[in-house]
């Protein structure tokens, strides 16, 4: 029961990653494959699995956006999370490519789940993005699962070595805390020398002597 568990499992956090929840489809891919490494679980099983997930996020996004239309992808929340530019130009791609915008899509992070949600708004028809989203996962999906499953050796190696590894990485997270604390403080103290004062306001420099008039 272990091996259905844990494929549910990589199902559910394909389509949470796929939507938008920060759990990166690729990661999730190679950790599996890992694990199929490992013989904990299956690769068949891993790559089938994970078709599906990555497919039915995708489609997911891809009705939403069908159903709320342009608007949901010029929403400002959108906007601050993808960046106006970037919504922009991949609006503009898809209007063009169309399906080719939707297979490329797949092989680019961070601009997965934007594109699929402008096929869905910008009229890409479901057919098309059936077969263009099918075509990049069937090769996507196997890619990611093997890479985990060939490299496993090696992060195993790495996991053997994590004692020496750790230390350092801490004196580098504390360096980088302390230089941040310090950017920060710098930052405070030249917008508060920037600021000017609230409390009572400058006074006015007296006016001009007036000038000698002579007829």
């Known amino acids: 029961m272990i091996g259905p568990a844990k494929l549910a499992g990589l199902f559910l956090l394909l389509v949470a990653g796929g939507i ?7 990661l999730t891919l190679v950790g599996a494959g890992a694990l199929a490494e490992q013989r904990i679980l ?4 891993v790559i089938a699995v994970g ?3 990555v497919v039915a996020a995708d ?4 009705f939403f956006g069908r159903r709320y239309g342009a608007g949901i992808v010029t929403h400002p929340r959108l906007a601050r999370l993808f960046g106006a530019d970037r919504l922009e130009a991949v609006r503009d791609v898809v209007l063009r490519r169309g399906a080719q915008a939707v297979f490329l899509a797949r092989f680019m992070f961070g601009l997965r789940l934007v594109t699929f949600l402008s096929a869905g708004t910008f009229g890409v028809s479901a057919p098309r993005f059936a077969v263009a989203e099918a075509a990049a996962s069937a090769i996507y999906v196997p890619a990611m699962a093997t890479l985990g499953f060939l490299f496993a050796h090696q992060a195993m190696r790495v996991a053997e070595n994590v004692h020496r590894i750790e230390r350092w990485l801490v ?34 420099p007296d006016p001009p002597p007036p000038r000698d008039r002579r007829p």
Do not use: K, N, S
């Open 51 to 53: 078709f599906a997930g």
């Open 20 to 26: 938008g929840l920060p759990f990166p489809e690729d």
């Open 171 to 204: 004196l580098l997270g504390l360096v980088g805390l302390a230089l941040y604390l310090a950017l920060r403080a710098r930052a405070a103290r030249d917008l508060t020398a920037a600021t000017p004062p609230r409390d009572g306001a400058a006074a006015p």
């Open 42 to 45: 299956w690769l068949p099983d």
């Open 59 to 62: 489609w997911i996004v891809y």
